[in-house]
């Protein structure tokens, strides 16, 4: 039976989470995508930097040396992967976005198996498959006739390239040297990511035709949201859970985020699921529950 306090670690991560689409959406119109992604991470990282600075000194050498590894995974993670998720607001529901980022885990079995030499167990593949069409489900929104369209919401496209780049980014993380700390490693990737999404920041603002932003406090509690929530106790909370209960678990709790999403947006949004949402979730979570399967050993 699982401890309270372990129970709060694996449910806080796809709470913030949900709560992560659900604010994004109600963003779009507020803030340019880009723009909110970089602010979101220049402002966790002037959170951060007094907690870590003690590790990011003792762990320099070791970021120096692996600068490049550090570029690549912060440009996968903080520059791409969340300003992808705010663009793909703007056009599709947080529903929508939540159901296709928990697939997630059938990305990183795919692009193991194609790039990374990972070899795929046949529970594993009857998994990949049940859940893809989970995520075409959601793609022709529970209507077969679509397929033959080719008419797909621009956002949702947006979020399978997201997804597919934080496979990429989870196989290329398992490079980093264990000797460099967790936290230094997730500084030092703020740091570069937000570097590179500056440059694209001013793109958008100079050539983006977005409604000029004004502070007030809608937005003001959009960015105290998505700065303290989903960018930090998130992770937090996921490196306690992993460290307590091992890697499995956790991953099948973050298939919570699209129920999560779906109660936050009826409550915030007053966006409804539809029926082929759930037929999705569904597939969705019955292929990640069959892609983890071990096979038995006779």
Known sequence: MLRPLNLLFLLVPPVFWAGNAVVGRMA???????????????????????????????????????????????????????????????????????????????????????????????PATVGAIISIVGVVWVLVRGNLDNVAGIHFVPGDLFMLLAVALWALY???????????????????????????????MLAELSFGSYAPIYFNLKLLAILLYVVTCPALLAYICWQQAVARTG???????????????????????????????????????LGIVLANRKQNTK
């Open 170 to 200: 989870a196989w290329v993380l398992r490079k980093r040297p264990q000797s460099i700390s967790i936290y230094s490693a997730f500084a030092a990737q703020i740091v570069l990511g937000s570097l590179f999404a500056f440059p694209m």
């Open 28 to 122: 779009a119109g507020t803030i340019p995508p880009l723009t909110l992604n970089f602010v979101r991470w220049f402002l966790a990282l002037l959170l951060l930097l007094p907690f870590v600075w003690n590790n990011l000194k003792r762990d320099w050498p070791l970021l120096k040396k692996h600068w490049v590894l550090m570029a690549v995974t912060a440009f996968l993670s903080i520059t791409t992967y969340n300003a992808l998720q705010y663009l793909a607001l703007t056009t599709s529901s947080a529903i929508n976005i939540t159901l296709i980022t928990s697939a997630g885990p059938i990305f990183t079995l795919l692009i193991g198996r194609l790039f990374f030499g990972s070899q795929i167990s046949r």
């Open 247 to 285: 890697t499995e678990l956790p991953m099948f709790f973050q298939n919570l985020t699209p129920i999560f999403a779906a109660l936050l947006s009826v409550a915030l949004l007053g966006e409804h699921p539809e029926g082929y949402h759930v037929v999705a979730l569904v597939l969705i979570v």
